[in-house]
Nanobody
Framework: QVRLEESGGGSVQAGGYLRLSCVDS????????MAWFRQAPGKEREGVAG??????YYSDSVNGRFTISRDNGKNTMFLQMNKLDAEDTAMYYC???????????????????WGQGTQVTVSS
């Protein structure tokens, strides 16, 4: 049974960094498609970064500041977030599925498995 759990969120000052983790504690790690999404208050959920069949994708707003990676041996996906600013404040979710396409990595409808989210708050 798939059970995605995020961790690593918290409060940080602008310019700081955080590292988010997403682990499949249900040990059903057979995903070819994984991504991080975020949702700020009053805004729609948006794709932040994806790792699709080994290739990585980023939204324009985080490209160059965030890095997505995964450790298959530990059933874990990471999001290293550097140079954080107030616009990065949001609830961050990991998402996964077994089949997807790179050109739709940021479409939340493509993912059937989701974590509960971890809050990131950046103060200016």
């Amino acid at each position: 049974q798939v059970r995605l759990e995020e961790s690593g969120g918290g409060s940080v000052q602008a310019g700081g960094y955080l590292r988010l983790s997403c682990v499949d504690s249900g040990f059903a790690w057979s995903f070819n498609c994984m991504a991080w999404f975020r949702q700020a208050p009053g805004k729609e959920r948006e794709g932040v970064a994806g790792i699709i069949y080994g290739a990585t994708y980023y939204s324009d707003s985080v490209n160059g500041r965030f890095t997505i990676s995964r450790d298959n041996g530990k059933n874990t996906m990471f999001l290293q977030m550097n140079k954080l600013d107030a616009e990065d404040t949001a609830m961050y979710y990991c998402a996964a599925d077994r089949v997807c396409r790179g050109d739709t990595w940021s479409d939340e409808r493509r993912y059937n498995f989701w974590g509960q989210g971890t809050q990131v708050t950046v103060s200016s």
